[in-house]
C-alpha cells in the first residue's frame, strides 16, 4: 500500500475559526479598507501616490478615522471641481458594487462615508419617551395661536424630520430586499407607537376637560367633533 499526503482542505471562509484563532478586529478592519480600495482600482480609479521629488499624484484616499463602523473615502486632489466629480465616481462606482455610500456631511470634513460590504446603517432606536415629548411640544406650538404654515414650521423645527435612506439596486438582490423589509418594519413600528401616544395623550386631555366642565366623555367628544368640522375646509362636489 503506497502512502500519500493527504492535500489541505481549501478554505471557503465558512469554517468557524477555533477558539483562540478568531482574527484581531484590527485585521478585519484592514481588509475592509483594502477590500474598498480594491474596488475602487478595478473600477478604474486610481490611489493617491507620493512620487520622489514631492510630487504627488491626486486619487483615492480609504481611510479609518474613527467614523463608527464606516471608512472615509476621499479624492486628493486640491480643485473643489475635481474631487466632487470624483467622489461621485466613487460614489457610484462603490454603490454598484453593493457598498453602502453616504457623502459626509460635514463640509469642513467632506468625502464618503463607506460601510463594509454587506454592513448597513443601523436604523434608529426607537425611545418611547422622546415620542411624548414630540407630541407635548407639537402641543404646545398649536397653543400659540400661528397659522397653519407657521405652526407645521416650528413642528418640523423642533421635532425630527429627518429621512432614512435605503440605497437598493436592481435587479433587487437579497441583502437589499432584506434592508427594505427592515426598514419598513421599523417605520411600521414608529406609526404604532406614535399612535399609541397620541390616545394616551388625548385621553388624559378628555378626561381633564370633562371634569372641569362637568361633561360627560361623550358630550366632549361630540363638541370636539363639532370644533373639528368647523376648521375643515368645505367637501369639494364629486364629479358624477
Do not use: C
Not at 37 to 57: C, D, I, M, N, T
Not at 114 to 135: K, M, S, T, Y
Not at 179 to 206: D, M, P
Not at 213 to 226: C, E, K, Y
Request: no cysteine; net charge negative; hydrophobic share 40%.
Amino acid at each position: 500500500m503506497g502512502w500519500f499526503r493527504r492535500k489541505p482542505a481549501r478554505d471557503t471562509g465558512d469554517e468557524k475559526p477555533a477558539a483562540g484563532h478568531e482574527r484581531p478586529p484590527l485585521i478585519d478592519r484592514a481588509n475592509e479598507a483594502d477590500a474598498i480600495r480594491q474596488a475602487l482600482y478595478l473600477a478604474g480609479f486610481h490611489p493617491h501616490q507620493e512620487k520622489s521629488g514631492g510630487r504627488v499624484r491626486a486619487g483615492y484616499r480609504v481611510e479609518d478615522v474613527g467614523l463608527g463602523p464606516t471608512f472615509l473615502v476621499r479624492h486628493s486632489g486640491n480643485a473643489d471641481e475635481e474631487r466632487l466629480h470624483e467622489e461621485r465616481s466613487y460614489m457610484a462606482a462603490l454603490a454598484a458594487l453593493g457598498y453602502v455610500v453616504e457623502p459626509v456631511t460635514d463640509e469642513s470634513a467632506g468625502g464618503l462615508r463607506v460601510w463594509p460590504l454587506g454592513q448597513r446603517p443601523a436604523l434608529p432606536v426607537i425611545d418611547p419617551r422622546e415620542l411624548v415629548n414630540e407630541w407635548l411640544r407639537s402641543l404646545t406650538i398649536i397653543g400659540e395661536g400661528k397659522s397653519i404654515d407657521e405652526t407645521l414650521a416650528l413642528i418640523a423645527s423642533v421635532n425630527r424630520t429627518g429621512t432614512h435612506a435605503v440605497p437598493i439596486r436592481t435587479p433587487l438582490p437579497p441583502d437589499d430586499a432584506r434592508a427594505l423589509e427592515s426598514v419598513l418594519a421599523w417605520n411600521n413600528e414608529i406609526r404604532s407607537r406614535q399612535a399609541g401616544v397620541n390616545l394616551l395623550v388625548e385621553q388624559l386631555l378628555i378626561r381633564w376637560l370633562a371634569e372641569a366642565t362637568g361633561q360627560t366623555w361623550n358630550q366632549v367628544v361630540q363638541r370636539l367633533a363639532l370644533g373639528i368640522e368647523e376648521l375643515l375646509p368645505p367637501e369639494q362636489p364629486t364629479n358624477s
